[in-house]
């Protein structure tokens, strides 16, 4: 068929078979035309409903911009001391809250990974654990544990632990649920028990992920440790708190520094050592 023998009915029985080829029909388009128009109207509503304006976004802008002036230039203050401990107790924290969790995830995240624990209801209602522990922020961990045990590193570590071992039981499940079964399959046929078979089976294969995923959880749960001290849970969010109550904004420029610093250098350290493992 050519060109010049393509009829009107060709056309109209071509975009009946194949109507997305020819554009969007009206209903479409007007759906389209509605669709935006209330994006739209809901976007216009946020901004009525938190106060959104223009006058007040220029003064806060203005705002910002005294205080990125006064940050410099950085200045370490006379408190080195102080802020360097503050430091150390953030990393620290971060270590041993990760530490913590990852041992608890380990088995919470056999526990959940379907190829191990294989009834269905099980399955589901561990996974829903993970999602309910999950959808509590550090943060929130934080206040809790400040009533509780008091003020200090302490309840910065039991906050990062508390947050971050459901997020890792998570994780290392999917990395169990999609290691290769014959490994396992072949000690169970060689007489192994099933302990045996995720023993020598299914761990060999997935603990350099585990890994992996530990010190990837390590390095942004030190950035997450240097705020946990804004609420009274140690570290050098403290520091930072403490400046910003009296507006030493250069020295709190000189902690934020330190902190990027310091994330920079585990992140690079963290990234050869996952190299090493997953390579």
Known sequence: MTVDTITDADIAAARARLPSVFGLTPAQRAMRIAGWTLFAAWLVSLCWWFDITPERMTRGLSGLFVILRLMIPPSPGAQWADILQGLAESVAMAFLGTFVAAVVAVPLGFLGARNVVVNALAHFSIRRVFDGFRGMDQLIWALAFVRAVGLGPLAGVLAIAAAEVCV??????????????RQAESVEAAGGSRLLAIRFGLLPQVLPVLLAQTLYAFESNTRSA?????????????????????????????????????VMLIDQLSARVRRRLIG
Not at 168 to 181: C, G, M, T, Y
Not at 230 to 259: M, N, P
């Open 168 to 181: 890792l039981a998570k994780l290392f499940a999917e990395a169990i649920e999609n290691a290769d079964p």
């Open 226 to 262: 240097a705020i946990l001290g804004v609420v009274g849970a140690g570290g050098i969010g403290l520091q930072i708190a403490e400046r910003i109550k009296v507006r030493y904004w250069d020295e709190v420029s000189f902690i934020i520094i330190l902190i990027l610093a310091t």
